[in-house]
RNA sequence: AGCACAGUGGCAGAGUGGUUAUGUGCCGGGCUGCAAACCCGGAGACGCUGGUUCGAUUCCAGUCUGUGCUUCCA
């Protein structure tokens, strides 16, 4: 079955098809770094990392490419304001960006190149449209001009006309001496207000506008025609209609094939909004007691077009689901003996996983299949009817399932500690001896302790209890 | 205002023109000394109003509500 995407671009599920078969270069549109990360951010970044894995997974060899926005207008204001150097504060949050990725467990990309990194690529993508006659100057900064790219508009469906009226209850354009309010700046002149952050470059002293970054990082990286473009819905217009409109008139090539956007992310049912007091950080979560792994379950759970209501309820139940994942995963490594081969549920299982994934990332029919495995596999070892190598292999589905999803960790060694060893022992020949009373004590001890004891017809299993939301 | 997307059981969240999503929670049962884990069964849903149809949660129209974009917010 083939792997279909919906792209943007033709608002349809497509064929997926890799410009060079068997290898895709993909990019995405990254943080910018002047505050940490909000779980709506992160949303983005766990979207594309389920389609990187997802596209590994299937044997496909994976090119990615995030940028990291380190400067812009907000920065600059921020270190305006802090008296933070534009080095220390995109520094600061762009480890801190890098930290909460690994938190979450994304796989990371293969570079992460920065604007200021790239400022003479930026001045030279810049110099060929001013070439190609598509751009003009005004006190300094260089714009595009819009209407000399008659794809405007391909990707977000907006008509110029439209943003043209849109614009018509403006300042007369002429009082800003740009020809038209809909171009925008590839190059930014300085202003006092910009302080130390400037580039001296032949286009004079200033800054990169926005939109060129990504246009030149993604090329120079990926090449003037690349696979997959991912980014939040917020950014197909304008920035992504940039994108095109400064890449197609550089290189007069199709810039990217498959645009990918996400939905976004509702907090208890409303959008994330400071005015709510909503926007959450990955590190208020962890700071309320909430397992990371959780955290990842409920931004992937959802469909990545859907938008996706984060509830401390989901991350409740999520916890409970990855326990379940966890007890599944420690009892097929205790499972011995002789019995059924699971050969069968394991091949249906886990084409069902695949083939969901593989139409459009379909995450929640994959987790179902997953799931159901789990069920029917916990009844036939309720049977005893299955074999260690049946075991073995179960397992080792999970660790694909886990590959693609990171939502199926393999189960951590439950080594305890000796003096709960001795309880447990202990509960063991009160439990002989009929004593319950005493069992049942232990067993409250080993609970205030953090371990749980479970009694199996093979004698008594001992986990650490999960850290949950009190 | 224009253009999009969405509204499913307590919560989260798929899907389908007629038959169990899945997870979590709840109720009952099995297993257990009792639990836990696990299994089985159950209740519980498709915003509202019309239309098409033998039959609609699924298609169409309208309506209400929510969300997003409309120049730099994932």
Redesign the pocket.
Known sequence: MAIRFYNTLT?QKEVFEPLTPGEIRMYT????VYNY??I??L??YLFADLLKRHLKYRGLRVFHVMNI?DV???IIRSCVETGDTLDALTERYTQAFWEDLETLGLEPADEYPRATHHIDDIVALIKTLQEKGCTYTHEGSVYYR?RSFSDYGKL???RLE??ES??SGRVQKDEYGIE??????LW?AYDEADGPIYWDTELGRGRP???IECSCMSMRYLGESFDIHT?????????HE?EIAQSEAATGQPFVRYWM??????V??????KSYGNTYTLRDLLEMGYDPIAIRY?LI???Y???????F??V???A??L??IR??RL?LQETQGEGSDLSEAIASHEKAFSE?LD??L????A??A???F???T??R??AGEVSEEAAHNANALLDRFDQVTGLFPPAEEQSAPDEVLTLVHE?QEA?RAKD??R??AI?DQLLAMGW?????PDGP?VKRLLERHA
Not at 261 to 266: F, G, P, Q, V
């Open positions: 608002r549109c990254g943080p910018t990360a909000h709506g951010n949303r983005s926005t812009e207008d907000k819009l977000s469906h907006h439209g943003l849109g614009a038209d309010a809909r171009d925008f700046a930014k506008g926005w939109h980014g939040g819905v917020d950014l197909v217009f304008p920035h940039n956007h996400n939905a976004h992310l509702l208890e049912g409303r959008k994330m909004a409920v759970a959802t469909h077009r859907q938008p996706n209501n984060f509830t309820d989901a409740e139940a999520a409970e689901s326990a379940r007890d599944f009892r969901a139409d459009d379909n995450i929640s029919a987790l179902a997953a799931f159901e789990i069920r029917e916990n009844r070892l309720d509960r439990r319950f009373a069992a049942d067993r749980a004891v479970e009694d199996t299993r």
